[in-house]
């Protein structure tokens, strides 16, 4: 079965940068884009970045822009978000996402908090 699982959330200052990571398995990683989403407290969930199969193309957020990289390694099975310039608003539990045979799948999320 699909299993996504994330890690690298944690607490950190503004101004500040985390790696977090999404390790997937259960179906064929090289052939999906990948995803990380968002959600804060009280507010929805969000589109952050999105990367193609092969890495070739990536797309962000407006709010995340020239701040947060999308990378993935086919060969570990993981996709990263690189996290840099760190704001409050940016506070939230981090999803990895994918769509597999039009069936949407998760992880269980990584809390980043970015707090003085």
């Known amino acids: 079965q699909v299993q996504l699982v994330e890690s690298g959330g944690g607490l950190v200052q503004p101004g500040g940068s985390l790696r977090l990571s999404c390790v997937a398995s259960?179906?064929?990683?090289?052939?999906?884009?990948m995803n990380w989403y968002r959600q804060a407290p009280g507010k929805e969930r969000n589109l952050v970045a999105v990367?193609?199969?092969?890495?070739?193309?990536?797309n962000y957020a407006d709010s995340v822009k020239g701040r947060f990289t999308i990378s993935r390694d086919n060969a570990k099975n993981t996709v990263y978000l690189q996290m840099n310039i760190l704001k409050p608003e940016d506070t939230a539990v981090y999803y990895c996402?994918?769509?597999?045979?039009?069936?949407?799948?998760w992880g269980q999320g990584t809390q980043v908090t970015v707090s003085s």
């Open positions: 996402n994918v769509f597999v045979r039009g069936s949407a799948y």
């Open positions: 259960g179906f064929t990683f090289s052939s999906y884009a």
């Open positions: 990367i193609t199969y092969n890495g070739g193309r990536t």
